[in-house]
């Protein structure tokens, strides 16, 4: 089949990235043709456009800065991501998929319905397109929190009319889903969690090899509970600290010396195959500790959404 995935926008996200790999790559690997939908704003009134330029100007410097940290990211977009070309609105995103004749959309994964990350596209992540027949899919979609999903019942249900079949990756999700949809709604894994940690040590030349006595610690937003944490681990094991800080650039810490010195998306994987142990407050970050069974410890991230957290380490009886 020709299938057109629709997720989140791949910019500086380990997590967001290598989930969209790996649907493409399973996807791949049964014999389907996978492309993945580069849905891009473009602004087109000059007032908009006036106050991008002006607040490019004004923080040139952080701008600066975000550009040489998310090249970490782009090469691996590049080199493994299959994305269509940039597709500026909706209308462009209906002809190309008309265009292109593709058998089935999937929606997914990553927090692809959480509303204030798809704003300006939300449409397009709920496969709203009416120009022919072909099957559409959610597969392990997720709304990232379990309450305040800030869609209205109304629109809900509207969004997800058109679906042929529903999976979500969070088990409160599916109650949500349930109450605006008529068809089957399932819990399925992150993609991520499709591929072994044999696949990704073979598809990318990991070492599989262990630095003894070493926590790999991957926090997405510091804070001084954080770092004791981190530091009270580190001398109860009295373990070697190789720390990443995953955020984006951010006027906030733009100035912080750890905001540059990101690993490569293929450092990263390493990172987790090659430590004793892992702390960290990322969704993602816990599903490679799974993957590469590491021992691990996870710091709630409640503005990040807990409930992706709690649903994936009951499925472990963690």
């Given at each position: 089949?020709?299938?057109?995935?629709?997720?989140?926008?791949?910019?500086?996200?380990?997590?967001?990235?290598?989930?969209?790999?790996a649907l493409q790559y399973y996807l791949e690997m049964q014999g389907h043709e996978v492309v993945h939908l580069n849905r891009q704003p473009k602004i087109k009134d000059l007032i908009s456009r006036l106050k991008i330029f002006i607040y490019r100007f004004i923080n040139a410097k952080e701008i600066k800065i975000s550009k040489q940290a998310d090249e970490k990211y782009r090469s691996f977009i590049q080199k493994y991501i299959h994305l269509s070309k940039s597709l500026s609105s909706k209308k462009e995103?209906?002809?190309?998929?008309?265009e292109n004749k593709f058998?089935?959309?999937?929606?997914?994964?990553?927090?692809?319905?959480?509303l204030e990350y798809n704003i300006g596209y939300t449409e397009e992540c709920f496969l709203k397109y009416d120009k022919s027949i072909l099957r559409k899919v959610?597969?392990?979609?997720?709304?990232?929190?379990?309450?305040e999903i800030k869609y209205s019942e109304i629109r809900l249900k509207e969004l997800l009319s058109e679906f042929d079949g529903i999976s979500v990756r969070e088990k409160d999700a599916v109650s949500i889903v349930r109450k605006h949809y008529n068809g089957e709604v399932?819990?399925?894994?992150?993609?991520?969690?499709?591929?072994?940690?044999?696949?990704?040590?073979r598809i990318f030349k990991l070492k599989n090899d262990i630095k003894p006595n070493t926590?790999?610690?991957?926090?997405?937003?510091k804070n001084d509970v954080k770092n004791k944490i981190i530091n009270s681990i580190k001398e109860i094991l009295s373990f070697e600290l190789d720390y990443v800080y995953g955020s984006i650039v951010l006027k906030s810490n733009?100035?912080?010396?750890?905001?540059l010195q990101k690993?490569?998306?293929?450092?990263?994987?390493?990172?987790?195959?090659?430590?004793?142990?892992?702390?960290?407050?990322?969704?993602?970050?816990?599903?490679?500790?799974?993957?590469?069974?590491?021992?691990?410890?996870?710091?709630?991230?409640?503005?990040?959404?807990?409930?992706?957290?709690?649903?994936?380490l009951e499925i472990f009886n963690l």
């Open positions: 089949m020709k299938i057109a995935i629709q997720t989140l926008r791949l910019t500086n996200n380990y997590g967001g990235i290598l989930q969209a790999f995103w209906d002809d190309y998929i008309f058998d089935a959309l999937i929606a997914g994964s990553d927090q692809i319905w959480r959610a597969y392990a979609a997720s709304f990232g929190v379990s309450n399932l819990q399925l894994i992150d993609p991520t969690l499709l591929l072994t940690a044999e696949d990704y040590i926590i790999f610690a991957y926090i997405l937003d733009y100035k912080d010396p750890d905001i690993p490569t998306i293929q450092q990263w994987l390493q990172k987790f195959l090659s430590s004793d142990f892992v702390i960290t407050d990322s969704f993602h970050g816990m599903v490679f500790s799974l993957i590469f069974n590491k021992e691990f410890i996870i710091i709630g991230n409640e503005k990040r959404g807990v409930s992706r957290f709690k649903s994936l």
